[in-house]
């Protein structure tokens, strides 16, 4: 028998040492139930919790989804500096933001060639290298 959305997200969250609280299951079976991985907004996952009948406040989403990512099962990625967007996929990986519709996709890893980077300041190493790529329709 195959497992629901709900067991789904219940397993995902304890292998992440998150306590599977019914408003986390709520939300991780939205983002990971079918496997399928995604990039969403608090306000879109908000909007599809409800569309759902579950009972969160955005609030709720915004904490839930921090959590999500201080365990590392979801990638934050920042747009403009006031944009978030929260990426189910925590392999490093280019990113599409599509200007005219205000959403990310992934951008194919093999064709990025990154050849060097600068040297860090002392004391410090380069924790990550995000990539987001702005495109606007012609």
Not at 1 to 10: L, V
Not at 71 to 79: K, M, N, P, R, W
Not at 94 to 100: A, L, N
Not at 115 to 121: E, G, R, V
């Given at each position: ?10 397993e995902w969250l ?15 079976a939205l983002l ?107």
């Open positions: 028998m195959m497992p629901t959305y709900e067991q789904i997200a219940s304890t292998e992440a040492g998150l306590r599977p609280t019914r408003q986390r299951v709520t939300l991780a990971v139930g079918d496997g399928q991985h995604r990039h969403v907004t608090a306000e879109s996952l908000f909007e599809s919790a409800k569309d759902e009948g579950a009972a969160v406040s955005l609030a709720t989403v915004y904490n839930t989804l921090r959590a999500f990512c201080s365990a590392g099962v979801l990638q934050e990625i920042t747009v403009d500096g006031a944009k978030s967007y929260f990426d189910t996929n925590v392999h490093d990986h280019p990113h599409f933001y599509w200007e005219g519709d205000g959403c990310v996709t992934d951008a194919p890893s093999e064709e990025l060639v990154i050849q060097s980077l600068p040297q860090p300041p002392e004391g410090t190493e380069i924790a990550s290298v995000d990539v987001v790529i702005r495109l606007r329709k012609t």
